[in-house]
């Protein structure tokens, strides 16, 4: 498949990525979008425009990865099989591509009944192994899920996310097969504070031979509190912080927390540019965009490799 998306060339030339996210605003303000998005201009190489996150009403994503490929920066557009059925997806992936969008993600997404419509009927006409399967059909093969032929197919770099840290443990690798071999191109994981499972879970990947299919990016999400971290640590499923980590935060001044918790992100930056296996960074900086900059200059990633 000729490249046909910024981060597919920087990954398939062998160059260490490392990308961004951007949530929508809850409103119609494209100057919200456009004041996110200046952080991570030549910063990052490609940012994930979330849909519907956390259940909560959005602007949807393939509208705001419009406003940011404006302006230069490029999307990536996701999609979760929570909201539509599978004409509304082929219809959106058409769609979306066909306005210059070359990224997607697919996700099952977060259940409604933590978002701000908990009655809303879920949809889940497919799952997000389904959704890989079937834009690698519509890409592959130029044909919709019915089978049917399509005029000019859209030719997606095809995402997936895997959490490495989801019980039981020993099943997470397996997941991560099954979305490999329906056809993603890569992964983006959760978050990573538990570096010790995080390096057992690359390892099997590696002696599996799912790296070389495959490129993986390792989630990074930096502390801002110890509030923030010990909600996360409790109360978030499938996120594993080590008490090290909280142990760690606490040993600093207040003033500093948040300075400690970019360290602690760039030190682990640092170690997954080493790891086999690793290929680049996903930096979930959430609700922090401008200090993307920082993080990315401290943790050395910078200037970032220009494509054709």
């Known amino acids: 498949m000729k490249a046909g998306s910024n981060l597919e060339k920087i990954l398939t030339a062998g160059h260490f990525a490392f990308t961004g996210e951007l949530g929508p605003p809850r409103g119609t303000s494209i100057e919200h979008v456009k004041e996110k998005a200046q952080h991570l201009i030549g910063h990052v190489d490609m940012v994930n425009i979330t849909d519907n996150q956390t259940a909560m009403v959005r602007m949807s994503s393939w509208a705001a990865s419009m406003i940011v490929k404006e302006l230069g920066l490029e999307p990536n557009y996701q999609m979760v099989c929570r909201d539509r059925n599978r ?22 997404g977060d259940h409604q009944q933590f ?45 997936a996310a895997a959490n490495p840290f989801a019980d039981p443990f020993e099943w997470r690798i397996h997941r991560l097969a099954k979305k490999v071999e329906a056809g993603c191109d890569f992964i983006q994981t959760q978050c990573v504070y538990n570096m010790k499972k995080m390096r057992e879970w690359i390892k099997m ?3 599996m031979g799912l790296t070389d299919r ?44 948040a300075e400690e ?20 960074i996903h930096l979930m ?14 943790a050395k990633v910078l200037p970032r490799p220009v494509m054709d």
């Not at 760039?266 to 690793?278: S, Y």
């Open 205 to 207: 990947a590696n002696d």
């Open 285 to 298: 900086a959430i609700e922090w965009e401008h200090k993307v900059p920082e993080i990315a200059e401290r």
């Open 214 to 257: 495959t490129y993986i990016l390792a989630g990074i999400t930096p502390m801002k509190s110890i509030g923030m971290a010990k909600y996360m640590q409790s109360k978030v499923p499938g996120i594993e912080v080590p008490d090290e980590i909280i142990k760690r935060l606490q040993g600093v001044d207040k003033k500093m927390v």
């Open 261 to 280: 918790g970019i360290k602690i992100a760039c030190e682990q930056i640092e170690e997954f540019k080493e790891l086999k296996g690793v290929a680049g």
């Open 115 to 159: 978002g701000d419509h908990p009655n809303a009927k879920g949809v889940f006409d497919i799952d997000s192994m389904q959704l890989v399967s079937m834009v690698k059909k519509m890409r592959d093969e130029g044909k919709f899920l019915s089978g049917e032929e399509i005029h000019e197919p859209p030719k997606f770099f095809i995402g």
């Open 87 to 108: 004409l509304a997806m082929q219809a959106d992936i058409l769609g979306a591509y066909a306005h210059g969008l070359r990224n997607i993600l697919c996700l099952t």
